[in-house]
């Protein structure tokens, strides 16, 4: 199952090594980098790496008991509130993009005119 959920993460565009490390925490529950490490097979700095990017979507949460860090999910929904976000972006972009998109077949259909007009000037 671990590797169904790491593929669907991907999917909803987590890099594998955050996609693993998510699972793991969920897994695992309140968990140090040394117990993710031994869950996902993961090198220490990469799980750190991880883990930064993670906090920074609200996906993951520490606190630190006796100097140690560990680690949790904040909820599970949260990951659907990330692609709600990614959403809205695409969204607030899209009349740019079709607007550039317009813009560009326009540029082409002139040069397409001007070659059409300059082959048709020649004399066979």
């Known amino acids: 199952m671990r590797k169904e959920v790491v ?3 991907e ?3 987590l890099s594998k090594n955050d996609a693993l490390v998510y ?3 969920i897994e695992l529950g309140s968990c140090t980098t040394g117990d993710i490490a031994s869950s996902s097979g993961l090198y220490v700095s990469n799980i750190n790496h991880a883990l930064t990017r ?3 979507k609200g996906l993951v949460s520490y ?3 006796d100097d140690v860090k560990k680690f949790e999910v904040i909820d599970p ?3 659907l509130q990330l692609v709600k976000e990614k959403e809205l972006i695409a969204e607030r972009i899209l009349p740019d993009l079709l607007k550039t ?3 560009c077949m326009l540029m082409q259909a002139k040069i397409l005119t001007n070659r059409l007009l300059t082959f ?3 004399s066979y």
């Open 7 to 9: 593929l669907s993460l």
């Open 11 to 13: 999917e909803l565009g």
């Open 23 to 25: 699972s793991a925490v």
């Open 54 to 56: 993670l906090i920074q």
């Open 63 to 65: 606190m630190k008991f």
């Open 77 to 79: 929904h949260a990951i």
């Open 101 to 103: 998109k317009k813009t």
């Open 120 to 122: 048709s000037s020649y």
